[in-house]
C-alpha cells in the first residue's frame, strides 16, 4: 500500500526565533518511549517526579505546582480564569505584546482590567503600578510580564511584589521567556502566581504550561464565590488530579516524559550555571550585534539575556535577512510582532534558549547574518561581529 503522502522529514533548523527553541536530544528521546496509562503507578512516580523538579526550578514550596497541558498561554489563562471573578479590578503593567495579551485574557474572565502602559524597550516599573493602585480601594491583582519576548525587556520583581503586597493585591508574573534561563526566584520575590511553558528555556517542546500558586492564591481560589469558568484549567481539580490522582484529563503523557528529561538536565546543569550561561552568550551576541552597527531595542540596564531584538539596519526590510538565514544557513529568527506597529517589519527577535545558548550558535549566528546583510547590500567590516563575540566571550572565561 502506498500513500499519498510521504514520510514527514523536517530540516534540521537551528531555532533562534521567540520560540519554540532546539531541545536536548535526551528530551527527544524520552518522548519516543513506551506510553503508559495516565494511573499507571510507574506513571505516578513520573508525576510525582515532574512536579518536585518543577518545584526547584521555580525556587519555590508550593504544593501547588504542575505543568497545565497546553502551551504558555494556556498558563497566562490559567492563572487568570482561577484567581478572577466578574468585576475584580486586576491590574496589568504592560510594556510589549504579551503583557497585553495577559490584558485579553483576563478582561475574557469578566473582571476589570486596568492596563499601565510602559515605553517599548522598557521595564515596568514599582512606581508606575503603586500610583495606579492608589486609585483603587480593592485590587485582586497585578499581573506583569517578566521577560517581554517582543522587545527583549527584563523587568525587575522584587520590588514590584512589594508595593502589589502593601495594597493588598495578588502578584501574577509571567515567566515564559524566564524559566529555566534567567534567574527567576517565586519564593524569595514573593510571586503569588507564576506560569511558563516548555518551550523557551526549559528546553522541552512546546505543549506544556508549568504554573505554581502559592498560599495567598490559594486562599483566594478557596474563597470564591462563583466557579472557575474552564472546566480543563481548573487549579482545584488539576491539584485534586496530580495530588490524589482523582481523574480530571488524560495527562499528555509523553509530553510529560519530556519534561521529565529537561528538568533532569536543567538541574543536572544547575540554576545558576545556566543563568550564568544564558548571560554571557546573549553578551556575546550583543557585542557582536553592536560591533557590526546595528542597534538593540531593549534598554541596556534591562536587557534580557534569552531574546535579543535588534533592528534592521539601513531601510533593510527585516523579513529579507530572515529568509537568507532560513533559506542558506537553516537559521531561524524571529521578525517583529504584527501587533506592535512600532517594530512590526523592524526588527529581529534572535533567542539563545535553553539547549540553544551556545557560544558556537552565537558565532555561526554571527557570521550568518555578516553575509545575509551583505546580501541585502548593506556591508559590515569583515568579521566585526564574530570577533567582538569571541573577545566578549574570553573576557567572561566562556
Ligand atoms: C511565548 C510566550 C507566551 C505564550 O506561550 P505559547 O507557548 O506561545 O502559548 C506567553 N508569554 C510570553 C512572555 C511568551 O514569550
Request: hydrophobic share 45%; aromatic share 6%.
Amino acid at each position: 500500500m502506498s500513500s499519498q503522502y510521504d514520510e514527514f522529514l523536517p530540516p534540521q533548523r537551528l531555532l533562534m526565533g521567540a520560540g519554540p527553541s532546539n531541545v536536548h536530544p535526551r528530551v527527544l528521546q524520552a518522548m519516543t518511549a513506551s506510553l503508559l496509562g495516565h494511573l499507571d503507578p510507574v506513571f505516578l512516580q513520573v508525576m510525582d517526579d515532574v512536579r518536585s523538579m518543577l518545584r526547584e526550578v521555580f525556587k519555590t514550596d508550593n504544593s501547588a505546582t504542575l505543568p497545565v497541558s497546553g502551551t504558555g498561554t494556556a498558563g497566562m489563562e490559567a492563572a487568570c480564569v482561577n484567581i478572577l471573578e466578574p468585576g475584580d479590578i486586576f491590574i496589568v503593567a504592560t510594556n510589549g505584546y504579551f503583557g497585553e495579551r495577559l490584558a485579553e485574557i483576563a478582561s475574557r474572565t469578566g473582571a476589570h482590567v486596568v492596563t499601565v502602559e510602559h515605553a517599548v524597550g522598557e521595564p515596568v516599573t514599582a512606581g508606575a503600578i503603586k500610583e495606579e493602585l492608589a486609585k483603587h480601594a480593592s485590587v485582586k491583582g497585578v499581573g506583569v510580564v517578566h521577560a517581554e519576548t517582543s522587545t527583549g525587556v527584563l523587568t525587575p520583581i522584587a520590588e514590584i511584589a512589594e508595593v502589589v503586597h502593601d495594597a493588598g493585591a495578588l502578584l501574577v508574573v509571567d515567566a515564559v521567556t524566564s524559566l529555566g534561563g534567567v534567574q527567576l526566584e517565586v519564593d524569595a520575590w514573593d510571586i503569588d502566581v507564576c506560569y511558563s511553558g516548555t518551550q523557551k528555556c526549559v528546553g522541552a517542546p512546546p505543549g506544556l504550561a508549568p504554573i505554581t500558586f502559592g498560599d495567598r492564591a490559594i486562599e483566594v481560589m478557596t474563597n470564591r464565590k462563583t466557579k472557575v469558568q474552564s472546566f480543563y484549567l481548573d487549579m482545584t481539580a488539576l491539584r485534586d488530579y496530580w495530588q490524589q490522582r482523582v481523574y480530571h484529563h488524560t495527562a499528555p503523557i509523553s509530553m510529560i516524559y519530556s519534561l521529565r528529561e529537561a528538568l533532569r538536565i536543567v538541574l543536572e546543569e544547575g540554576l545558576e550555571n545556566r543563568w550564568r550561561r544564558h548571560a554571557n552568550n546573549a553578551a556575546a551576541l550583543i557585542a557582536g550585534i553592536e560591533a557590526m552597527g546595528l542597534r538593540v531595542v531593549a534598554n541596556p540596564e534591562f536587557r534580557l539575556p534569552s531574546l535579543t531584538a535588534v533592528y534592521s539596519p539601513g531601510g533593510i526590510p527585516e523579513g529579507n535577512v530572515r529568509k537568507h538565514l532560513l533559506d542558506n544557513f537553516n537559521i531561524e529568527v524571529s521578525g517583529g510582532l504584527a501587533t506592535m506597529p512600532a517594530l512590526a517589519g523592524k526588527i529581529w527577535r534572535i533567542g539563545l534558549m535553553g539547549h540553544n545558548s551556545t557560544a558556537s550558535n552565537v558565532l555561526y549566528f554571527l557570521s550568518a547574518l555578516e553575509t545575509a546583510l551583505a546580501a541585502n547590500e548593506y556591508e559590515v567590516a569583515a568579521g566585526a561581529g564574530v570577533s567582538a563575540a569571541q573577545r566578549k566571550l574570553r573576557e567572561l572565561g566562556s
